[in-house]
Nanobody
Framework: QVQLVESGGGLVQHGGSLRLSCAPSERTFSSYAMGWFRQAPGKEREFVAAIRWSGGITYYADSVKGRFSISRDNAKNTVYLQMNSLKPEDTAVYYC??????????????????WGQGTQVTVSS
């Protein structure tokens, strides 16, 4: 079973930056798309950003557009989420997700078959 390994979370001040990384435990795993979701206490898991591996097409939630950037490194089979201008409302556990089969809906949790364990991002005011 493929596992997704996340890193890069932490505590940052309002306006600061963090970069999250995610890679599958098996280097040979080939994903059609990878994404980031987040879940704040008492709230549902919500879409943040996604990238289609072929072509690098990206998708963003309106709440992070212009501040966050998702990218991939083909050689390292790794996806990144660069988060700039962080706000306290960005505080959440961030989850990496991946899917190997073709999908058409990138913003739904049910589109993804593999999930990381999550990494905490805390933005202080």
């Amino acid at each position: 079973q493929v596992q997704l390994v996340e890193s890069g979370g932490g505590l940052v001040q309002h306006g600061g930056s963090l970069r999250l990384s995610c890679a599958p435990s098996e280097r040979t795993f080939s994903s059609y798309a990878m994404g980031w979701f987040r879940q704040a206490p008492g709230k549902e898991r919500e879409f943040v950003a996604a990238i289609r591996w072929s072509g690098g097409i990206t998708y963003y939630a309106d709440s992070v557009k212009g501040r966050f950037s998702i990218s991939r490194d083909n050689a390292k089979n790794t996806v990144y989420l660069q988060m700039n201008s962080l706000k306290p409302e960005d505080t959440a556990v961030y989850y990496c997700a991946a899917v190997a089969r073709r999908i058409t809906v990138y913003r739904a949790t049910w589109s993804y078959d593999y999930w990381g364990q999550g990494t905490q991002v805390t933005v202080s005011s």
